[in-house]
């Protein structure tokens, strides 16, 4: 069995899918998606590009032309665009932030006024927390206003204005690979931090599932399925899911859980590629 | 019956579809989705900004929170999507002009090797042919990438580079209305400007459809239905289709045609709304 | 006696220079300088375009040819450039702010860091207080920080991290004319903003000059003389010059003052254009 | 004696000239301009930060605090702003491609109507040839230009419009070190590149300076003096000055030359802070 894994940025990560994919059994052949046009229609393409939308134009293109991919297109975007992974969150129950989208920076001030500061103003895409804002107040939120329309990115221009969850700089971050979710662990955001990236110096820590890998699972079925990873926030007034990931990185998990992560991904992708 | 009409800048489309929904029966409610944060629930909702992001998740929103929305998402994306456009037409069938997707600069300049020169650079996204390039060698096209790289926008860095279909200036362009086509009409880029745009100054005449009708009904299928407008390249090796307007200007339309465009359209949106 | 008025946007301050310059004796001819390149060497050019970059091309052009201009380039510079203005003013041992230059986001935060918070962090261009930010804390200067680096604009990426003059929302303007100060103006910010700026709703109020205007007096030569505007924060600790303005508005000053400020503005050059 | 080198990138240049300050004598301390905010004054600072901005504002902030700087802040902001340098240049008398200033795309579509196709369209600021585009129509201008419209950076809106100096691909590039001229040479652009720049992959031959050395001493002298590369383009109509550069990167010449390059640099600054 042959798998095309396509990749911009070569991370960890896809080093270990790959020589996961080979130990499950496949014949594994790699594309940078960021030097040459997407071509061929391979059968099986193992979809990694750090950047959203190279991810999911690949998964576009292959899924198009008759390829399997993981993940399909609609999981990337439904987990890549974070106002429809509220909306599909919400829409099956699945707690989340209490959140407002705002098409314009006046709208977003208005949704302050709604929700009420503190709150958080992010953009519907991003990775690695990125211009995720904490926002203290109105004067505050019309300087981060200002900022965003400066940035000639249309898809930047809408605001996701959310309440903060207490308590900040904690979250769970689990796996969940083709309905079942193989590890959980919690990531606490470095001292002047409040963001739980492990990009930004997170500390990780194991972390049995209960009611996160559950939450985790109804998230991931909810944006179709795949591989993605599920980030939950501990609220006091109960867990949330926050965000989902359809490029996972896994390193921080593998650490903390001791488990073959890429091992687990690239069994499951193969037998997913079989079928 | 009650309409919302979602606008950001209210055109002569969205005064004329306001009219035309009140004679059709409508109570008709206006909503700047510049100004607030979306919320409530509708019942049937016109999406109607002129931002594509800002019409996809007005639209998102409304069908998710239980409205009827004219477009419905999915339509606005896929025709709002060039990329998306491209592989949902080719996939069925429906003649496009030959493309190749590229996600960064380098890619683009190998995907211009493979077409040949001249040729066609375009951005996923982007109204009244706002960058798309007509490129002429492959040194033009390397300063037209240097350009693009300095654009902060993820999804302008992806590029749609495509064989240029002569003879180039004329377009016929379709109104497509829940799988009929009421009216086509041809433009013809004016004197010194190759893109056709009514927007760019393109002189507009009346075109009785037949197969360009019939390439649209069919475009308008594959992208999902609902109210769109195609553009149709007439090729000398045959008609293909360019591209598709899911928040499809028609005031052009309607002085070629003579026809009432608004009205047709918002008695259309009535009874589907009704269903 | 000829003199060009050069332009992007007619403000009612550029109608009322035309109009005092013709009252003063002379012919004036317009130049919308955003539609035609430089060309030319009128002999006295007051330079009035909004974008600094046009006001500073378009004086120096005509400076280099030959012209007098009013401002001279390097008094726009001096003055547009707001880190040229702080060094400078400095130099000459006139009170500003506490401030640092910093080159880098990461130097920002390290600036932050020795200046303490809250703190004002701005651009070195920039009009009507635009992207001047008050930050309460190293977390929300982290927050600045990232949207500043999405901005692809070289300057825009220099931040001067400064202390906070309290008490904020409240500042002097006063008006230099060739060594003179005829008129000062107090501004108050409108409620729920911190910045003074007319342009952001402040209301103005007549203000005697006093030792303002001869702070300003020293400001203005400072810069290098002409025609410029200067903003003095009456701080606890004393007064300090905030900004100077090269192509200073002054609608709000003339209604403060009752004063025919672009009268007083126009006869001055024409006196030193006849020179 | 002690020399401050202010770098951002650590390029081969820094090196090598930190080590041939030592070698003339001098203790050298290095500041990387990208980490902190800029304090102190050393006395003696080598400013050779690649972004020019960051190099500017070294100067002009290490100047203003009273030490001796190379390059000066007039030195490396005319040679840096492209605009500044062929105002300067032309006012000297010295031969410059003929050029027409433009402030807006629109503008810069006139110039080009005045100056004639082919032509080379730039704006005033960058490094290594970058957004510098041999544009062969008005068509294809048009699509510069409103690329160039979506970078929000004020001073990248404004575009020199210059006459193609014919044979394009070659020039030659002298080094200006305190009035004299020690080394020249000549580049070839790569094949299928017309731009000479060395990180575009030119070809670098030895070239005994005659006419050039001469022009590239007074265009030195033009900006200013201190340390400059200077660019010719050997016309067809004889040669013309295209650029100065303010940081000069050297390795190029220093392997063309078979010089000292970074030494002869390295005893001009020791003696010149000496003084």
Chains 1, 2, 3, 4 share one sequence.
Not at 71 to 77: A, F, L
Request: aromatic share 6%.
């Amino acid at each position: 069995m042959e798998v095309l894994l396509a990749y911009d940025h070569p991370r960890w990560e896809e080093k270990e899918l790959a020589r996961g994919l080979r130990e499950a059994g496949a014949r594994v052949s790699m594309l940078n998606v960021a030097r040459q046009p997407l071509s061929g229609s391979p059968g099986c393409v193992l979809v990694r590009p750090v950047s959203m939308y190279r991810a999911y134009y690949t998964s576009l293109y292959y899924s198009s032309t008759g390829s399997t991919t993981v993940n399909r297109p609609e999981v990337i975007r439904a987990a890549g665009d974070k106002v429809e992974t509220l909306l599909l969150l919400s829409g099956r129950g699945i707690p989340v932030p209490r959140s407002m989208i705002a098409l314009t920076g006046e709208a977003a001030l208005a949704a302050g006024e709604a929700i009420g500061y503190p709150l958080v103003d992010k953009p519907p895409i991003g990775s690695w927390g990125r211009l995720v804002s904490l926002v203290r107040d109105p004067g505050a939120h019309r300087d981060i206003v200002e900022h965003r329309d400066m940035i000639p990115s249309p898809q930047l221009q809408v605001h996701i204005v959310q309440e903060v969850v207490e308590p900040v700089g904690v979250d769970v971050r689990c796996l969940y690979v083709f309905g079942e979710v193989p590890a959980c662990m919690v990531r606490r955001a470095p001292r002047g931090e409040w963001r739980s990236n492990v990009a930004r110096g997170a500390g990780v820590e194991p972390f049995s599932g209960g009611e996160a890998a559950e939450l985790a699972a109804r998230a991931g079925d909810a944006v179709g399925g795949g591989v993605v990873s599920v980030d939950i926030l501990p609220g006091s007034g109960g867990m949330v899911v926050n965000e989902v990931n359809g490029v996972p990185e896994f390193r921080g998990l593998a650490r903390a859980s001791g488990l073959d992560i890429p091992g687990i991904i690239a069994s499951a992708i193969v037998s997913w590629c079989r079928r």
